[in-house]
């Protein structure tokens, strides 16, 4: 059966542009495998005989982002899209595992496919030539197989990126690694080493919204462990305890991907109880425990996060949800109104949700309590937003310059009254009204 792909009309105009002027021009690479597999492409990528001078003068389109130019890519701008066009290109030697030093043109296609990394990734098409597919890319695709295009050692040893980005398709397009694929990846991992954190933190966070993510999680810790070896001593450690049934790491797998797919949350799930291994000790009667562990996975959790060089507002908000994961108050408004004042409003919401994957992916001694317990914390944060119920300084009825014109002075002291306040609020012990704070401020300073 022969293959149609339905290509956007711009890209159809940018492709008949190319061949008219006796070019060849194909879509290539990931919107190939996806248009195949009935998935939105992210981006359509052309690759074609011209270079990079000659797209150019063909074109007759504004070109912006020159510094692709070396490489063979010329991006051209199109009723406001980008488009990237790069020429067919073989790449040279590879001299440090990361990048070719140079790039060669060349004249045909399969050489150009034969650069890339993955068999379902080394495929053209134009509407004239039909699939150009020299890996057997389709029959992958059709099998649901992950393959390297040719020796998968060697393909590492040139590219060690190549090796996340391997388990990383075959997390999103759950798909199975082929067995050579899959035994090179494990031989070779010591080659992340020469790939940086940026590339691979995006490469990780990929991984981690992929459907496949449990899977490929288990099977390649030894992996994810040369850039984030914290998460080792996990692996295979029992935890004695009739809350579990699985040791540490296969729990924060299952609480990975049972948990909400969204890039905060599927980070905080594999990084929440990685401060275990530093904690665990047993009792008399042999059963394990890990008190203190939510406050050394947060430790942990930062240092990986800056080590992988991920923004401030993800890091703080994951030190912060993984720190409250393991708490469990009473379910009542005064204790729901605390944990907000850790939280704010957007994340409490969240440290539900990472406790209901967290108790999930336990065993299911006293689930339906723990659930139900999460649901009563939701109910309650519910009541309290919607009753307005204050649960930082800024929101109490009188602030700085309230306490000042009563005569106050100014200064620090002033925002310790405010947050000895803010605890009484909180605790239901006051009112949040003027009068009441004022009253309440003027006894705190007489004590
Ligand atoms: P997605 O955009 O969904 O991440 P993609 O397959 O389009 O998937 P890109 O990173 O956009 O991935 O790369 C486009 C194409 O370039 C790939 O399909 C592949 O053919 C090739 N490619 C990308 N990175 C590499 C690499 N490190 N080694 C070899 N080929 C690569
Ligand atoms: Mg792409």
Not at 27 to 44: A, F, H, N, Y
Not at 102 to 124: E, G, P, Q, Y
Request: with cysteine; glycine share 6%.
């Amino acid at each position: 059966m022969s293959i149609h792909i339905e290509l956007p009309e711009r890209v159809r105009y940018l492709i008949n542009k190319l061949r008219s002027a006796g070019h060849e021009a194909y879509v290539v690479g990931g919107c190939v495998r996806d248009s195949i597999m009935g998935r939105k492409p992210e981006d359509w990528d052309i690759c074609t005989s011209a270079l990079p001078g000659q797209t150019e003068s063909c074109l007759g389109l504004p070109t912006i982002i020159k510094n692709g130019v070396k490489h063979g890519t010329v991006t051209v701008r199109l009723m406001d899209e980008n488009f990237e066009i790069t020429t067919f290109r073989t790449d040279g030697c590879y001299t440090d595992n990361r990048r070719p030093g140079s790039v060669t043109f060349v004249s045909d296609i399969n050489a150009d496919l034969a650069r890339r990394d993955l068999t379902v990734n080394a495929l053209a098409y134009n509407d004239e030539t039909g699939l150009v597919d020299p890996f057997g890319g389709l029959d992958d695709i059709n099998r649901r197989i992950i393959r390297c295009v040719g020796k998968p050692s060697d393909r590492y040893n040139e590219d060690g990126l190549r090796l996340m980005r391997t388990v990383r398709f075959a997390s999103v397009l759950g798909f199975d690694i082929e067995q050579a694929t899959s035994k090179a990846v494990h031989e070779n991992r010591e080659l992340l080493h020469n790939i940086s954190a940026e590339r691979l933190a995006s490469e990780l966070i990929k991984l981690l919204s992929g459907r496949n993510v449990e899977r490929v999680l288990l099977e390649y810790p030894d992996l994810i462990g040369v850039f984030i070896p914290e998460l080792l001593p996990m692996v295979g450690l029992e935890q004695r305890n009739p809350h579990h049934c699985y040791d540490v790491w296969t729990h924060t797998v299952k609480a990975v991907s049972l948990i909400e797919n969204e890039r905060l949350l599927r980070l905080c799930a594999l990084f929440h109880d990685f401060g275990k291994p530093d904690c665990f000790t047993t009792d008399e009667n042999g059963t394990g425990h890990f008190h203190g562990h939510p406050k050394r996975s947060a430790e942990l959790c930062d240092n990986i996060m800056r080590r992988l060089r991920l923004d401030n507002r993800t890091i703080d908000s994951a030190v912060t949800l993984i720190k409250l994961h393991d708490l469990r108050p009473p379910a009542k408004p005064k204790n729901v109104r605390l944990l907000l004042s850790k939280t704010g409003e957007e994340l409490f919401p969240k440290l539900l949700e990472l406790k209901r994957a967290d108790a999930l992916a336990q065993s299911s001694y006293m689930r339906t309590e723990k659930l139900r317990y999460i649901d009563d914390l939701r109910r309650i944060f519910r009541q309290e937003i919607a009753a307005g119920s204050a649960y930082n300084v800024k929101m109490l009825k009188i602030n700085g310059s309230d306490l000042i014109a009563e005569g106050f002075a100014p200064g620090r002291a002033l925002g310790e009254t405010l947050n000895a306040l803010l605890s009484e609020v909180i605790e239901g012990e006051l009112p949040n009204e003027r009068q009441a704070l004022l009253g309440a401020a003027r006894r705190l300073r007489e004590q």
